[in-house]
């Protein structure tokens, strides 16, 4: 059984930019979560994809949007990078009806924006 | 929104001691918590999920949770240097959405 995957590890993009971020979820996995750490905060939740359909989405603009692919896989972008939007990405898959013990989370992605 | 708040530290404590690290919620309608361990420049592993009123043990690692008071509480028993980590608490949302609190740095001193 393999993990939650993403790339790249790490990322350093202009301002201005865009930038797109990937993950394939846990086999067995059918909803994709995108999350953003900033340097000593907790995660924040971005949003939710299941069968290929967002499905939540927290507190952040329009410039950041994602895709689920048939296969669960997902991918996280972000329009018109900012410098505040230097982070860790996290991608955490889950199964509906498993509950919070298949919350997985991946390696996650540093992106720096300079 | 729900909030999550944690004492920031860092807890100090030293090698064999217990180590406390606590978590107060906004929610009272929430249901479901976990304990995250984040070691630096890693991501957040699970170490414990709480759902029902009482401690539930794992090893030694114990969460408590007192859903009157809005409280979820995670001791580590026998603290190793290897406990020195970001711990973070988490409260679920409907859909499977976590609500974090911004952690606690635990340094276990040998």
């Known amino acids: 059984e393999t993990g939650v995957t993403q790339s790249p590890t790490h990322l350093i993009k202009t301002r201005g930019q865009q930038v797109t971020l990937r993950c394939s979820s846990q086999?067995?996995?059918?909803?994709v979560s995108w999350y953003q750490q900033a340097l000593g905060q907790g995660p924040q939740f971005i949003f939710q994809?299941?069968?290929?359909?967002?499905?939540g989405r927290g507190n952040f603009p329009p410039r950041f949007s994602g895709l689920q692919f048939p296969n669960y896989s997902s991918e996280l972008n972000v329009n018109a990078l900012e410098l505040d939007d230097s982070a860790l990405y996290l991608c955490?898959?889950?199964?509906?009806?498993?509950?919070?013990?298949?919350?997985?989370f991946g390696s996650g992605t540093r992106l720096t924006v300079v | 929104q729900k909030e999550v708040e944690q004492n920031s530290g860092p807890l100090s404590v030293p090698e064999g001691a217990i180590a406390s690290l606590n978590c107060t919620y906004s929610?009272?309608?929430?249901?479901?918590f976990f304990w995250y361990r984040q070691y630096s420049g890693k991501s957040p592993e699970l170490i414990m999920f709480?759902?029902?009123?009482g401690d539930k043990e794992d090893g030694r690692f114990t969460a408590q949770l007192n859903k009157a008071s809005q409280y979820v509480s995670l001791l580590i028993r026998d603290s190793q240097p290897s406990d020195s980590a970001t711990y973070l608490c988490?409260?679920?949302?409907?859909?499977?959405?976590?609500?974090f609190g911004a952690g606690t740095i635990l340094r276990v001193k040998s």
């Open positions: 988490a409260v679920m949302e409907y859909g499977n959405k976590l609500v």
């Open positions: 929610d009272r309608g929430s249901q479901s």
């Open positions: 086999s067995g996995h059918n909803t």
């Open positions: 709480i759902y029902s009123n």
């Open positions: 955490a898959s889950s199964s509906r009806g498993t509950g919070m013990s298949g919350y997985t």
């Open positions: 994809y299941y069968r290929e359909e967002e499905n």
